[in-house]
């Protein structure tokens, strides 16, 4: 990868496991930067709010595999609580 910034979210900044997986995955990169920092936020917040490992990574996974199918947000997720306590709702 290049030294580019790769664009964290509204609230949350990119945790570096799932920054792992989109700079080796160059196609779920460019999907990434092509989704709005608030789309951004929802999918970051999404993968921290898993309660075990296992599903943290099962996450991560599935940010890089939805974003290349087209899904610009984590389908069933009711949104992320922290950017409306920032006044970003």
């Known amino acids: ?46 993968v921290e709010d898993a309660k075990k490992a296992e599903t943290r990574q099962r996450r991560i996974e599935r940010v890089a595999n939805d974003l290349k199918n087209g899904k610009r947000r984590p389908c069933c997720w009711p949104g992320c609580s922290h950017r409306k306590k920032m006044g970003k709702a």
């Open 1 to 46: 990868m290049s030294n580019k910034k790769v664009s964290g979210g509204v609230v949350h900044k990119l945790p570096k496991d799932l920054l792992s997986t989109l700079v080796n995955d160059l196609e779920a990169l460019e999907y990434w930067e092509d989704i709005t920092e608030l789309a951004r936020n929802e999918w970051i917040c999404w």
